[in-house]
């Protein structure tokens, strides 16, 4: 019985009865990928909450601060570009082991750093490390999951990201409270390393993988039957040359640095405007960051019933994503919250909504690429996604100044959240035209 399964080996489904009765091995999969990102997600938060402990020891500036969290953001940007083609040429496993191990190491080193030099090697070395983890984790839903599973697949461990922000609110007074913050950066480090040894273990090409059952194998490969064996010679540049690609560049390039502002602005905007102490553990910001879980994982269950419903794939990627952009709109009555539990409300459903659009653009890099090209098409949408994460900030310090000189900075977040509110219609608008005429990219093409 034969089947193709783009960029796998596989060709046939074995009728040996060797293979061991283990159901459902690929969700173990996701498993092993959401704790991947969420460790991802610790590493990235510790130097913002460390800041404090790390002005006073070494007589930090704002602008020494802004140049640490530069490299990071830079190495980041030129690592989704060039490491995604890393993935994709040794192979999912080896590839992660790879990206995981520098992340890591790199996250250590910040405890032996004593100079913004120092902070910003290590930054560096981080960023180029922390950018494989999403190119490799949709490559291997691409490979382990038939279309029809891979939103709520990919919802799962990109939900990874929210739980990481809030652990990292929780473990580093913990770790602080019995160490230092030289111990922060080494237990955390050490996550990376725990992890692999588990990857090292479960992690297999699904042809490969002795402890997945021929039923399963069966599954995953009927659900990838309209997708193409891999052929030689892939052409990472040809991938610019298609409308798919410069759909998830906008997907990533306009709505990326949004996150980007909720994540590092939030915290000042609370305190600010509703006075919250931010020297302890905030209720408020906990459940903000822990709603984008919720959203992740619904927003890649959703698009997922509607395929399952007889939708076309890209149709229903696109149907949930313009749900998701209306309902961002939502983020526009901010400016009219008088406490703080009201904006706690809105700005939860914000971020949840943007997990849920996030989630459903990186699937649609598995839904419109094969395999083989799929951690490059991300790295590179994740790439743009990166470069606007530098340049927002810029926007968002120059409204920010020019609003807190008028006396008015409050003025200032809620113009910010107009922005951010349309956004999402006007990225899917771009998104629909550029997809309208085009679905999925064969290999032959790309070669």
């Known amino acids: 019985m034969s089947n193709k399964l783009s960029g796998n080996p596989i060709t046939t489904i074995p009728e040996t009865g060797n293979r061991p009765a283990f159901r459902n091995y690929r969700w173990i999969i996701v498993v092993l990928l959401f704790f991947a990102t969420t460790i991802n997600y610790i590493d990235r938060q510790i130097i913002g909450l460390l800041k404090p402990l790390l002005d006073v020891e070494f007589s930090w500036t704002e602008t020494d601060f802004a140049r640490i969290v530069m490299a990071f953001t830079a190495a980041y940007a030129i690592g989704l570009l060039i490491i995604g083609r890393f993935i994709d040429k040794t192979g999912t496993k080896a590839g992660y082991s790879v990206i995981i191990s520098l992340w890591s190491i790199a996250g250590m080193l910040h405890a032996v750093a004593r100079s913004v030099f120092q902070f910003g090697l290590a930054r560096f070395a981080l960023g180029l490390g922390e950018s494989g983890n999403f190119p490799a984790g949709v490559k291997s839903i691409a490979e382990w999951f038939p279309r029809k599973e891979r939103g709520l697949a990919t919802g799962i461990f990109n939900s990874g990201t929210a739980v990481g922000v809030v652990l990292a609110l929780v473990i580093v ?260 035209l550029l997809t309208r005429k085009h679905a999925s990219v064969s290999l032959g093409e790309l070669r």
């Open 173 to 432: 007074p913990w770790i602080l409270r019995h160490f230092n913050w030289h111990g922060v950066f080494w237990i955390t480090g050490a996550l990376g390393f725990v992890w692999l040894i588990f990857w090292l273990i479960y992690y297999d090409h699904p042809a490969k993988q002795k402890r997945l059952s021929s039923g399963e194998l069966k599954h995953i490969i009927e659900g990838q039957a309209n997708e193409e064996q891999p052929k030689a010679g892939l052409k990472w540049h040809r991938l610019f040359a298609f409308p798919q690609t410069w759909a998830l560049i906008t997907g990533k390039g306009l709505i990326d640095p949004i996150f980007w502002f909720f994540l590092f602005w939030l915290p000042s905007y609370f305190s600010s405007a509703y006075e919250l102490d931010l020297k302890r553990p905030s209720l408020e910001l906990i459940i903000i960051y822990t709603a984008t879980t919720v959203g992740s994982i619904l927003g890649g269950y959703i698009s997922s019933v509607l395929v399952k419903k007889g939708w076309p794939v890209l149709k229903a990627r696109k149907a949930s994503l313009l749900a998701f952009a209306v309902m961002e709109l939502s983020i526009l009555l901010a400016q009219y919250t008088t406490a703080a539990w009201m904006a706690v409300a809105i700005i939860s459903l914000a971020v949840a909504v943007h997990q849920a659009w996030a989630t459903n653009v990186f699937t649609m890099a598995s839904d419109m690429f094969p395999s083989e090209a799929v951690s490059s098409v991300v790295g590179i949408a994740g790439m743009a996604g990166a470069v606007g994460g530098i340049l927002f900030p810029i926007l968002v310090g120059y409204l920010l100044d020019t609003y807190k000189a008028a006396g008015n900075l409050t003025g200032g977040y809620n113009l910010l959240f107009t922005i951010c509110g349309l956004t999402y219609l006007t990225a899917w608008t771009v998104m629909h």
